[in-house]
């Protein structure tokens, strides 16, 4: 009770220095000599030390004036090499009876026994509990005010470290001097602060959001590639204003970074989803230019986060590609699956590291978890990937997979399922499993995305249970389900727009045609026609659609009629930023094709290279005939 009034107290007396805005600004228009008087001036220790400190001090960088001050006390350096040699917490707390210790002293012993207990894995509730330990805190709380900023500030973590409560008195009144003496910390001393904060203590940590606000108002003065990659790894997280900053910084480095830094910025930016293009792309390049030998991890960590953030760098995808090929004999089913998905996502298909992938899941079938294969399925099927060794790999998976498909969830098993549609390796049993009434029964009413993409992947199945499985008898999925939800409207794209008006043209009438067609396959045709036997398009309301949920027609076509269906290929459409459709679209031009339907594609590549409707509507007929005359000599 007594303690939580103090730290209230001591949260409201800060608040009045730093939190509000007013005083911070006030207090940071003042000179800072003038800032500090506003409470008791802190006395300088007493006068101290020799020339040479052990190494280590050196490191904690003391202000010149603290150095010059140390140096003259020998004494004083005597005691810090005994603090320094001390190998036990027993020896430490001699030091404090053997001695009179001063409050830097005694945060020195405090900072040296954090360290030791880490070290040597000791019970730290033994080293607070021990009164000596009360001893060394009470003398460091009576004369706090003289403890050096560096001291201070490692006496702040080693408190933590060593678990102290941070509701008690002392901790209390520590925290409260480096709230204090913020403003005249170093940067680098901010930043180690704030490292440690947040790793140690999160975004909830009052005292870390008061440290952040002075490195948001003090960037300037950040410098050092390791700071910059240690803020944006460990800080960045909590402060987006800060990240903003350290990323300008970043890009500034980014010709100094080792593969280790680039490493951690991505993978930093990847869990904080920033997709900073910019220092992305730097990055990258710089990636590419020097380094040439990046090891495993470093690899796997980069193409996860390029995943996560799906940004596109064909070279890098490339270099990592290629590097990573040799490893994959050795990896881990972890590693592989983590990093044929990274790729999948990309939609970055490199034949030989998804060969040497096919290979090592046969290889290490027994080692691979159905998850595994599952994955290593789904990325085939997304990329459109058949391994040369297609039917020994399938044949592996086929066995695997028996009896397992019971313990998989229901989206997996449909992803599965899906996939093996894709690769056109569906067997009848696992459309059996997938289109029975009691799995789908689950999601019946159901309007969330999860299971509306659900249903579309089944309505799909099915449609690969009809068109491609001969053998398959059932069951199919009821009428009723086949009409799914339309999905929300996208933007109209350029292709979208241009091939309707140079499509409007070919028909001759909007009779001829029929937009935008939502199939009972789950496939949506943009355009839609029926040709007579002499290529003439016919007026098709009248005609039965089998294809649609709804047909208003019920005639048959006249002989020699055909229907055609015009697809259109956004860049999106395709892996790789090549020419090779990915897996699903693959299967949506195979359904077309086998519901009746001549496809005429019409890939971005092709159609907007044509400026005008008069070539995009002459390479629409050209495309037509085509189509028909192979039909014909078929
Ligand atoms: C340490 O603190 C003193 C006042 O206690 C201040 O004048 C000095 O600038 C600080 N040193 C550093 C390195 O920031
Ligand atoms: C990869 O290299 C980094 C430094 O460049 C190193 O920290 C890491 O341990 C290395 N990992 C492996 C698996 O060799
Ligand atoms: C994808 O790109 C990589 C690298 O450019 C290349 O090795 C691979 O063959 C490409 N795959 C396809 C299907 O074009
Ligand atoms: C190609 O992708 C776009 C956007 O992702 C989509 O709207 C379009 O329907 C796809 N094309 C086909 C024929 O499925």
């Not at 007013?22 to 000179?31: E, F, G, H, I, N």
């Not at 470290?161 to 001097?177: A, D, F, I, Y």
């Not at 953030?309 to 983590?338: C, G, W, Y």
């Not at 309301?541 to 020699?560: M, Q, R, V, W």
């Amino acid at each position: 009770m007594a303690a939580r009034l103090v730290q209230r107290c001591c949260w409201r007396h800060l608040a009045t220095f730093t939190c509000s805005p007013a005083a911070a600004t006030a207090a940071l228009l003042l000179p800072s000599g003038k800032a500090s008087a506003a409470r008791a001036l802190p006395h300088p220790p007493p006068a101290s030390i020799h020339t040479s400190v052990p190494s280590t001090w050196n490191a904690d960088r003391f202000s010149v004036k603290e150095q010059v001050e140390e140096n003259s006390n020998s004494e004083h350096r005597v005691i810090l090499n005994l603090i320094e040699a001390a190998t036990s917490p027993q020896e430490l707390f001699q030091l404090g009876e053997l001695h009179s210790l001063n409050s830097n002293q005694a945060s020195l012993v405090v900072t040296r026994l954090s360290r030791l207990a880490v070290e040597k894995k000791l019970e730290t509730g033994d080293i607070l509990q021990d009164e000596r330990f009360q001893q060394l805190i009470e003398i460091v709380d009576s004369q706090i005010s003289q403890v050096w900023n560096n001291t201070l500030v490692g006496l702040l973590k080693s408190l933590y470290s060593l678990g102290m409560e941070s509701s008690s008195r002392e901790m209390q009144s520590v925290e409260h001097e480096v709230l204090w003496r913020l403003r005249r910390l170093s940067f680098r001393q901010l930043a180690s602060l704030a490292e440690f904060l947040a790793v140690k203590q999160g975004k909830e940590s009052k005292l870390l959001s008061e440290v952040i606000k002075k490195l948001e108002l003090r960037w300037t003065e950040l410098e050092g590639t390791r700071t910059v990659v240690m803020l944006i790894a460990k800080v960045g997280h909590i402060s987006s204003v800060l990240m903003d900053r350290l990323e300008d910084k970043a890009l500034e480095l980014a010709e100094q970074f080792s593969p280790e830094d680039i490493r951690r910025i991505t993978l930093a930016l990847a869990y904080q989803n920033r997709r900073s293009v910019p220092l992305l792309r730097a990055m990258s390049y710089h990636l590419i230019q020097k380094h040439s030998e990046l090891n495993l991890s470093i690899l796997m960590d980069l193409i996860f986060a390029y995943g996560k953030l799906n940004f596109h760098q064909p070279q890098v995808f490339q270099k990592i590609a290629t590097d990573l090929q040799p490893h994959v004999s050795a990896m881990t089913p972890i590693e592989v699956t983590r990093c044929i998905r990274s790729f999948a996502l990309l939609k970055w298909l490199s034949l030989p590291l998804f060969e040497a992938i096919s290979q090592y899941a046969l290889d290490n079938a027994k080692q691979l978890s159905i998850s595994h294969l599952c994955n290593i399925i789904l990325s085939f099927a997304r990329l459109n990937f058949q391994p040369s060794g297609s039917e020994d790999f399938f044949n592996m998976a086929h066995e695997e997979l028996q009896g397992q498909l019971d313990s998989l969830e229901p989206q997996l098993l449909t992803d599965l399922v899906w996939s093996l549609c894709v690769l056109q390796q569906a067997k009848p049993p696992y459309l059996q499993r997938v289109l029975a009434p009691d799995f789908h029964a689950v999601i019946q009413g159901d309007s969330s995305p999860k299971a509306q993409n659900l249903r579309m992947k089944l309505i799909q199945i099915n449609a690969a249970a009809k068109l491609e499985s001969p053998e398959y008898q059932g069951p199919f999925l009821p009428a009723g389900m086949l009409n799914a939800a339309e999905p929300a409207a996208e933007k109209v794209t350029l292709l979208q727009s241009s091939l309707q008006e140079a499509l409007a043209g070919v028909l001759g009438s909007q009779d001829n045609g029929r937009w935008d067609v939502h199939t009972i396959y789950g496939w949506q045709i943009d355009a839609e026609m029926v040709l007579n036997s002499e290529n003439k398009p016919l007026p098709l309301k009248d005609f039965a659609a089998p294809h649609l949920p709804h047909s208003e027609g019920t005639k048959p076509l006249p002989p020699g009629a055909r229907r055609v269906a015009f697809l259109r290929w956004e860049f999106p459409n395709f892996s790789n930023r090549s020419k090779e459709l990915l897996g699903r679209y693959a299967m949506a031009r195979r359904h077309i094709q086998a519901a009746g339907f001549l496809v005429v594609d019409v890939p971005h590549y092709e159609f907007l290279e044509l400026k005008l409707e008069r070539q995009r509507a002459a390479y629409l007929r050209d495309k037509l005939h085509k189509v028909v005359a192979k039909e014909l000599a078929s």
